[in-house]
């Protein structure tokens, strides 16, 4: 059976200091992969999505990165954090090339930057 | 650019009740999926149901329905004999037809079910 885990689940970290989340999804191949930052009143934000080893597409401009260097990981990345980046954090994957809309979502990582 | 949209930020019912969660959408596109995702405390989310807009007949999952109004762009998830295990966040989430990848998501809505 497939499964994805994104870690830390809690992270606490000072302004201005980089950040590494990451995901691995087991149990598929090529998944589509995604970050989401979840806002307390304003759902779910996607942030980045990959079709592919090193395909990256990102949803709105920010001070965030993602990088998918092998096909089954893919990480959420920042030189120097903001206090805005604060929020809630949630990795993503669906079946390559079917759109029907399922997707299957890790157990989050919440970053409060201070 | 498509928006899904859920006016009511929190919800609350007694355990057996029936309650309907309301959620409007905006798009130009005749091909799409629309879906209710829950997110209990635990904090993982999961599919609850999914409709296709091609598609007249209202979905259903055991407790779980929709109101489908293709016209009105409306899409409500309906829960029957309300249980504590469905508190949760649910979002309303849409995506278009062809080769799309992106899910749009809604505001959420936070039920309570109240023993």
């Known amino acids: 059976s497939q499964t994805i885990h994104q870690w830390p689940a809690t992270l606490v970290q000072p302004v201005g200091s980089p950040l590494s989340l990451e995901c691995t999804v087991e149990?598929?191949?090529?998944?589509?992969l995604y970050w989401y930052r979840q806002a307390a009143g304003r759902g779910l934000q996607l942030l980045f999505y990959?079709?592919?080893?090193?395909?990256i597409s990102s949803e709105v401009p920010q001070n965030l990165s993602a990088s998918r260097p092998q096909d089954r990981q893919f990480i959420l990345s920042s030189k120097k954090l903001l206090l805005s980046d604060s929020g809630f954090y949630l990795c993503?994957?669906?079946?390559?090339?079917?759109?029907?809309?399922?997707?299957?979502f890790g157990e989050g990582s919440r970053l409060t930057v201070l | 650019a498509q928006t899904v949209t859920q006016s009511q930020p929190e919800m609350s019912v007694q355990e057996a009740e029936t309650v309907t969660l309301s959620c409007t959408y905006d798009?130009?596109?005749?091909?799409?999926?629309l879906f209710w995702y829950k997110q209990p405390p635990s904090r993982q989310m999961i599919l609850v149901i999914r409709?296709?807009?091609?598609?007249?007949q209202n979905a259903t999952e055991n407790r779980f329905s929709v109101n489908f109004q293709k016209a009105a762009k409306s899409f409500s998830l309906k829960i029957s004999d309300s249980q504590l295990g469905d508190t949760a966040m649910y979002f309303c989430?849409?995506?278009?037809?062809?080769?799309?990848?992106?899910?749009?998501f809604g505001q959420g809505t936070r039920l309570t079910i109240n023993p």
């Open positions: 993503a994957w669906s079946v390559l090339g079917q759109n029907t809309g399922e997707l299957f």
């Open positions: 149990g598929t191949s090529n998944p589509n």
């Open positions: 990959s079709v592919g080893i090193g395909q």
């Open positions: 798009t130009s596109e005749n091909n799409y999926y």
């Open positions: 409709q296709e807009a091609y598609k007249q």
């Open positions: 989430a849409f995506i278009r037809g062809e080769g799309a990848q992106k899910l749009v």
